[in-house]
């Protein structure tokens, strides 16, 4: 007889981690009867029993969660018995609205790897083995909720062995939605010119002796291509830039283990257990070893470990245990994800391509992380990290944020939770213009969204290509300055809706209520009542404006044009080339000349300053090269920035640099008296205000020298705390959730 009768709802990430099976299990243990379904407002269970087993099924259920799983709300009710006989799995319901957190994908398990290389399993050497501990998510997702039928694995019916597992729920692969094996499942084949190689083995084999004999394959993943080549092999790496157009920016390595990564960069704890997180994002640090031409000018090196069972089939087949692996795009354009354009657009970069079968439902990136004083950076958020949900917004109105133009995401706010895209890329590129526009509607069908009903969130900035698309949609529009959502980023983040803060907002470019490029900015406020601007880095003159950003002494002649006693730049130990001199007199007549408080044009400035005075060919790397420059500087101290005036700043830099200071001594005094200029404006505001709470966001904090200097000096300030941003990027990656935040108050 059952007493205790119980109606459980479960939300988070629930579907597609081995939940079912896992609770059917649980409710066999403790002799329950009734029925667990995926819906689409999550799990929902049925159970009925004696109180007692209900009881300690319930604490199980919150307790011993299957790994990828995560709860985020658990509601039990009573309600009247139905007295069923038997526990089970039953079809999922599809008439709720679709607010369920799908799971990002998930690195192949340990089970699945034993069988991998197990000769017996009827799995050995199975490109495509998972189960429901492991395996592809959101990349196979075409609508919710999650089941077969609805991923790119439909076109596969299951082998009667296959269909048995699939179909116990005592067995590992028990609803595992991807399952398959090499008699029922998709293959891989090696096309290199005309001759195609089939059979996973053969296919393998033979791309790991062209990637041994110092050859570039183009080779599918996950969320898209890759293009691969032997790390160690200087030749082979330069004709990866080359082929690519890529000049300067690093490559990523896949290492062939934790022991190889250990080989190659300095990890501590913190960035093995990121290495090693069901993300596998690619993690940044500093490099023990020099690879020629992986990553020029830079004392980091990025590395991540095998994910799928592919990669981990090519190295246990003898692939250099370190590879390049980048993403299979030309210079800035998306990665390529779809079959035939990875063949257009790589053919001339490739030397031979790895195909698999199982179509990509959607595009998604490697994520990038890095470990920092204030926990890990996120510098790109994709896969292993999206779709989840970052943050929970109430409100009833269903938000879609557009984010910025540089390294665009965007947000949904449905059902009061913020679920923030993958990274898309720059949008002045057409392709990647198409991707947003894509995964706009990707989103928004996933979500069965109304779109008559939606609230559209965009940059202040007119001339973004994310602020014209919003306003060519037939939606409520609300426009959100730049600055004010990266602080807000933090502070959604952290689920503090009435906290009031002291938000610092360090950027490179950003549209200001004036119309000037901002870029240094310091806000009071609250998500629940908006930011006031209280304080700013002293404006300079931009020639050329953000076209400034590309080149270092351009930024340099703005800045420089009211500091005292300016020496002549053209000559040695600066020697500025002509463009600065052109650039002084737009700006002297104020030509195409704007005004800015971008602190990312002040680094550049003095990376100018410094001997950066070449034009840059990725963004950000003039302060990256002058990071690393103070990170082999010795000096302590900094130089004086008081009220974020950089006027005497930039005159200590040109000051020791004519006395012969070394140009390390001078970088580092550089980022210690932005440091200690950025604490004390913090100190006073929050003094005058009385305040606790310091937001620091914008793409000026992916600098971690500039952030171990903050965070060591405010540890003596213990009053105050410190937030960054954690589940989404200070960069412009992080835009979109705090339009979406923002948003959400100015509705009311
Ligand atoms: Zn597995
Ligand atoms: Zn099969
Ligand atoms: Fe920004």
Same mark, same amino acid.
């Given at each position: 007889?059952?007493?205790?009768?119980?109606?459980?709802?479960?939300?988070?990430? /629930?579907?597609?981690?081995?939940?079912?099976?896992? /609770?059917?299990?649980?409710?066999?243990?403790?002799?329950?009867?009734?029925?667990?379904?995926?819906?689409?407002?999550?799990?929902?269970?049925?159970?009925?029993?004696?109180?007692?087993?209900?009881?300690?099924?319930?604490?199980?259920?919150?307790?011993?969660?299957?790994?990828?799983?995560?709860?985020?709300?658990?509601?039990?009710?009573?309600?009247?018995?139905?007295?069923?006989?038997?526990?089970?799995?039953?079809?999922?319901?599809?008439?709720?609205?679709? =607010?369920?957190?799908?799971?990002?994908?998930?690195?192949? !398990?340990?089970?699945?790897?034993?069988?991998?290389?197990?000769?017996?399993?009827?799995?050995?050497?199975? %490109?495509?083995?998972? !189960?429901?501990?492991?395996?592809? @998510?959101?990349?196979?997702?075409?609508?919710?909720?999650?089941?077969?039928?609805? =991923?790119?694995?439909?076109?596969?019916?299951?082998?009667?062995? !296959?269909?048995?597992?699939?179909?116990?729920?005592?067995?590992?692969?028990?609803?595992?939605?991807?399952?398959?094996?090499?008699?029922?499942?998709?293959?891989?084949?090696?096309?290199?010119?005309?001759?195609?190689?089939?059979?996973?083995?053969?296919?393998?084999?033979?791309?790991?002796?062209?990637?041994?004999?110092?050859?570039?394959? +183009?080779?599918?993943?996950?969320?898209?291509?890759?293009?691969?080549?032997?790390?160690?092999?200087?030749?082979?790496?330069? #004709?990866?830039?080359?082929?690519?157009?890529?000049?300067?920016? %690093?490559?990523?390595?896949?290492?062939?283990?934790?022991?190889?990564?250990?080989?190659?960069?300095?990890?501590?704890?913190?960035?093995?257990?990121?290495?090693?997180? *069901?993300?596998?994002?690619?993690?940044?640090?500093?490099?023990? *070893?020099?690879?020629?031409?992986?990553?020029?000018?830079?004392? $980091?090196?990025?590395?991540?470990?095998?994910?799928?069972?592919?990669?981990?089939?090519?190295?246990?087949?003898?692939?250099?245990?370190?590879?390049?692996?980048?993403?299979?795009?030309?210079?800035?354009?998306?990665?390529?994800?779809?079959?035939?354009?990875?063949?257009?657009?790589?053919?001339?970069?490739?030397?031979?391509?790895?195909?698999?079968?199982?179509?990509?439902?959607?595009?998604?990136?490697?994520?990038?992380?890095?470990?920092?004083?204030?926990?890990?950076?996120?510098?790109?958020?994709? @896969? &292993?990290?999206?779709?989840?949900?970052?943050?929970?917004?109430?409100?009833?109105?269903?938000?879609?944020?557009?984010?910025?133009?540089?390294?665009?995401?965007?947000?949904?706010? /449905?059902?009061?939770?913020?679920?923030?895209?993958?990274?898309?890329?720059?949008?002045?590129?057409?392709?990647?213009?198409?991707?947003?526009?894509?995964?706009?509607?990707?989103?928004?069908?996933?979500?069965?969204?109304?779109?008559?009903?939606?609230?559209?969130?965009?940059?202040?900035?007119?001339?973004?290509?994310?602020?014209?698309?919003?306003?060519?949609?037939?939606?409520?529009?609300?426009?959100?300055?730049?600055?004010? +959502?990266?602080?807000?980023? *933090?502070?959604?983040?952290?689920?503090?809706?009435?906290?009031?803060?002291?938000?610092?907002?360090?950027?490179?470019?950003?549209? &200001?209520?004036?119309?000037?490029?901002?870029? &240094?900015?310091?806000?009071?406020?609250?998500?629940?009542?908006?930011?006031? @601007?209280?304080?700013?880095?002293? %404006?300079?003159?931009?020639?050329?404006?953000?076209?400034?950003?590309?080149?270092?002494?351009?930024?340099?002649?703005?800045?420089?044009?009211?500091?005292?006693?300016?020496?002549?730049?053209? $000559?040695?130990?600066?020697?500025?080339?002509?463009?600065?001199?052109?650039?002084?007199?737009? +700006?002297?007549?104020?030509?195409?000349?704007?005004?800015?408080?971008?602190?990312?044009?002040?680094?550049?400035? +003095?990376?100018?300053?410094?001997?950066?005075?070449?034009?840059?060919?990725?963004?950000?790397?003039?302060?990256?090269?002058?990071?690393?420059?103070?990170?082999?500087?010795?000096?302590?101290?900094?130089?004086?920035?008081?009220?974020?005036?950089?006027?005497?700043?930039?005159?200590?830099?040109?000051?020791?640099?004519?006395?012969?200071?070394?140009?390390?001594?001078?970088?580092?005094?550089?980022? #210690?008296?932005?440091?200690?200029?950025?604490?004390? *404006?913090?100190?006073?505001?929050?003094?005058?205000?009385?305040? @606790?709470?310091?937001?620091?966001?914008?793409?000026?904090?992916?600098?971690?020298?500039?952030?171990?200097?903050?965070?060591?000096?405010?540890?003596?300030?213990?009053?105050?705390?410190?937030?960054?941003?954690?589940?989404?990027?200070?960069?412009?990656?992080?835009?979109?959730?705090?339009?979406?935040?923002?948003?959400?108050?100015?509705?009311?």
């Amino acid at each position: 007889m059952a007493d205790s009768s119980l109606n459980i709802q479960i939300r988070g990430i /629930v579907q597609g981690v081995g939940f079912r099976p896992f /609770v059917y299990r649980l409710a066999h243990q403790h002799g329950l009867t009734g029925w667990v379904r995926n819906g689409e407002q999550g799990v929902e269970i049925r159970v009925e029993g004696h109180g007692d087993a209900t009881e300690a099924f319930l604490a199980e259920l919150r307790s011993c969660t299957p790994s990828a799983a995560r709860i985020a709300e658990l509601t039990a009710n009573p309600v009247a018995a139905e007295h069923f006989t038997s526990f089970e799995i039953i079809h999922s319901q599809g008439d709720t609205r679709p =607010t369920v957190r799908i799971s990002p994908d998930l690195p192949v !398990c340990k089970a699945c790897l034993r069988e991998l290389r197990d000769s017996r399993d009827r799995r050995h050497g199975y %490109p495509y083995i998972n !189960c429901t501990d492991c395996g592809p @998510r959101y990349s196979i997702i075409q609508g919710l909720p999650y089941d077969r039928p609805l =991923t790119t694995m439909k076109g596969w019916p299951l082998c009667p062995a !296959c269909a048995r597992e699939y179909a116990d729920p005592l067995d590992r692969r028990f609803h595992a939605q991807p399952v398959a094996c090499p008699e029922c499942g998709p293959e891989f084949h090696l096309h290199n010119g005309e001759h195609v190689t089939g059979g996973n083995a053969a296919a393998i084999a033979a791309t790991v002796e062209l990637l041994r004999s110092g050859k570039i394959c +183009a080779i599918k993943g996950l969320g898209g291509y890759h293009l691969a080549c032997d790390a160690r092999c200087a030749d082979a790496v330069r #004709a990866m830039r080359e082929r690519k157009y890529r000049k300067e920016k %690093p490559f990523a390595l896949m290492v062939h283990d934790l022991d190889t990564a250990h080989a190659l960069v300095h990890f501590d704890e913190a960035g093995e257990q990121l290495l090693t997180d *069901v993300a596998r994002p690619i993690v940044l640090a500093p490099a023990r *070893v020099e690879l020629p031409h992986v990553a020029p000018d830079n004392h $980091e090196l990025g590395i991540m470990l095998p994910y799928t069972p592919l990669h981990h089939l090519l190295f246990d087949g003898g692939a250099p245990d370190a590879l390049v692996m980048t993403s299979a795009n030309r210079s800035n354009e998306p990665l390529a994800y779809l079959d035939d354009d990875a063949f257009e657009q790589m053919g001339g970069i490739a030397d031979a391509f790895l195909v698999g079968e199982r179509p990509i439902a959607r595009r998604v990136d490697d994520s990038v992380v890095r470990c920092g004083p204030f926990g890990p950076v996120i510098l790109r958020r994709a @896969r &292993g990290y999206a779709p989840s949900a970052v943050a929970r917004i109430s409100t009833q109105h269903t938000i879609l944020a557009l984010g910025a133009d540089l390294k665009n995401t965007i947000t949904l706010v /449905v059902g009061g939770q913020a679920f923030v895209s993958q990274h898309i890329g720059d949008l002045q590129h057409s392709q990647a213009l198409r991707a947003f526009r894509e995964t706009i509607d990707d989103l928004l069908n996933m979500y069965e969204v109304d779109r008559e009903r939606l609230v559209v969130v965009h940059d202040t900035h007119p001339e973004y290509a994310s602020t014209r698309h919003a306003l060519s949609l037939p939606a409520t529009k609300i426009a959100v300055q730049h600055h004010r +959502a990266h602080t807000a980023s *933090v502070l959604a983040e952290h689920d503090a809706w009435d906290e009031v803060a002291l938000g610092i907002s360090l950027d490179g470019t950003g549209y &200001g209520d004036d119309g000037a490029i901002w870029g &240094g900015e310091v806000f009071v406020g609250a998500l629940n009542a908006g930011f006031e @601007r209280v304080a700013h880095l002293r %404006p300079a003159k931009l020639p050329g404006g953000d076209a400034a950003a590309t080149f270092p002494p351009q930024a340099a002649a703005g800045f420089l044009g009211d500091c005292a006693d300016l020496p002549d730049l053209t $000559e040695p130990p600066f020697d500025f080339p002509p463009r600065y001199t052109e650039a002084r007199q737009l +700006a002297d007549r104020d030509i195409r000349t704007f005004v800015t408080t971008s602190t990312g044009r002040l680094f550049d400035t +003095a990376a100018a300053l410094l001997g950066f005075t070449r034009a840059m060919t990725f963004e950000g790397q003039a302060a990256i090269w002058l990071e690393q420059l103070a990170r082999t500087g010795t000096a302590d101290g900094g130089y004086v920035f008081p009220d974020l005036d950089y006027r005497p700043l930039l005159e200590a830099v040109i000051h020791d640099r004519l006395a012969g200071v070394p140009t390390a001594d001078i970088a580092r005094r550089f980022h #210690a008296g932005v440091a200690a200029g950025v604490i004390d *404006v913090t100190l006073r505001l929050c003094e005058q205000h009385e305040l @606790r709470t310091v937001a620091l966001s914008g793409g000026v904090f992916q600098n971690a020298l500039l952030l171990e200097m903050i965070h060591s000096r405010m540890r003596r300030h213990s009053h105050l705390r410190v937030w960054t941003n954690r589940d989404v990027p200070p960069n412009d990656g992080g835009i979109s959730l705090g339009q979406a935040a923002l948003a959400a108050h100015l509705i009311q």
